[in-house]
Structure formats: C-alpha cells, structure tokens
C-alpha cells in the first residue's frame, strides 16, 4: 500500500493559463476526492467519484473546473483559465466504501497564480 | 447541512502534558462519523481518529482519546503525554453515513504547538 500520490506537488502559472493535475489513489480504493484548501482553512469539497462516475460536485466548483476518472484509477481535475484566487492547496483523498468510509489523504498540489 | 466548528484558533501545550482541542457541530443526521485529523507542517493530512456516531463508547487511539456527547453535538481531542511530534494544525470532521453522499465537511482547524 503506498498511498494516494499527487502530482505535481508545487505548480506556478500566470493567469489566465490552463493547470491539470493528477492524483493516484491507494490501489483497491474505489472513491475518491478532491478538495481545496486556503491558508489558515479546512478543506472544502470540491468533487468526489465513485469508481468511474462523478457523483457530487459543489457549487464552489465552477465551470472552469473539470475533474476526470476515466478508468476508475487515476483521476484529473484541470483549471482553466487560472485566476489568483484559484491559489489554493489542492487535495486528493480516496477511501473503500466497504470499509467505513475513512479518507485517505495525498500530499496535496499547491497552486500559485501570478 | 452539516457544520463543524473550532472555536479555538491556537493552543499551546508543554511536553508530556495533556491538552483537549474543542469541537462542535450542527446536523440533522442520526448517522454519521466524526474525525480527527492532524496537518503536520509538511502539508499532509493524517487521521488521528475516528468515531462512529452509533456507538457510545469513546474511540480511543493510543495516547489520542475522544470525548463524544452526541446529544450536545460534541466532539472534543484529547492528547495525552504531549510530544513534539504532535505540533501541527487539527482538524475535526463530519461525514454523514451511507448514502452517495460521502464528503467530509471539516472545521476550520486549531493550531496546535508543544512547548519542550
């Protein structure tokens, strides 16, 4: 079990130019999160899939963000068109539905707009 | 909706002493779970423990114990034996139980620092 796994760790980029990033759960889990943190905050849910259907997102997710879990495995989530207030600490999380629901958390992607 | 709330923003504590970081949340729900996560400064977040709202035995974990008053809607950490190790920022979290809807509303987190 090596845990869940996000890449890359540290991503900077000027506004208005296009991020992705990538989160590896641990290997049997078959959800998974997204979340965002700011400074000096808890996490917010963004996102979550079970397997390969999203099945929730928040409304803080807006229509320049996009998450993806295309063979259930690996999953996406792509900004466009950054804006500085899209800086934030971005969290992957994954869990076993048949094990009780605890979350598993990645290290995390932290994003800096210039 | 679900809220959680960490009134306390900072604590301190001296070495090998014990210390109870607070929390309460708001829910309609009869069944859920409740954590404890710790966010060392590297960033990652790590589960200290957890607490199935059905049972009404207190969750324990080594030296990290709970408190649990569900009529009160209460939940607070207790760390025994403090060690340095244990200086990061705690967060506490709801998820309710079942369902499709499995996402973690978390509380805005206690910083916490001990002292040698």
């Known amino acids: 079990d090596t845990g869940v796994s996000q890449n890359p760790r540290h991503k900077i980029t000027k506004r208005g130019q296009n991020v992705t990033f990538r989160c590896d759960p641990i290997?049997?889990?078959?959800?998974l999160y997204w979340y965002r943190q700011t400074l000096g905050q808890g996490p917010e849910f963004l996102t979550y899939f079970q397997n390969e259907a999203q099945l929730e997102k928040s409304r803080l997710l807006s229509d320049r963000f996009s998450a993806e879990r295309p063979k259930g495995s690996f999953s996406t989530l792509e900004i466009q068109r950054t804006e500085q207030g899209d800086s934030a600490m971005y969290l992957c999380?994954?869990?076993?539905?048949?094990?009780?629901?605890?979350?598993?958390f990645g290290p995390g992607t932290r994003l800096l707009v210039l | 909706a679900q809220t959680v709330t960490q009134s306390q923003p900072e604590m301190s504590v001296q070495e090998a002493e014990t210390v109870t970081l607070s929390c309460t949340y708001d829910t309609s729900e009869n069944n859920y779970y409740l954590f404890w996560y710790k966010q060392p400064p590297s960033r990652q977040m790590i589960l200290v423990i957890r607490q199935e709202a059905y049972k009404q035995q207190n969750a324990t974990e080594n030296r990290f114990s709970v408190n649990f008053q569900k009529a009160a809607k209460s939940f607070s950490l207790k760390i025994s034996d403090s060690q340095l190790g244990d200086t990061a920022m705690y967060f506490c979290?709801?998820?309710?139980?079942?369902?499709?809807?499995?996402?973690?509303?978390f509380g805005k987190g206690i910083t916490l620092s001990v002292r040698p």
């Open positions: 979290a709801f998820m309710k139980q079942g369902g499709a809807n499995s996402k973690l509303t």
């Open positions: 999380a994954s869990s076993l539905a048949s094990r009780g629901e605890t979350q598993y």
């Open positions: 290997s049997e889990h078959n959800r």
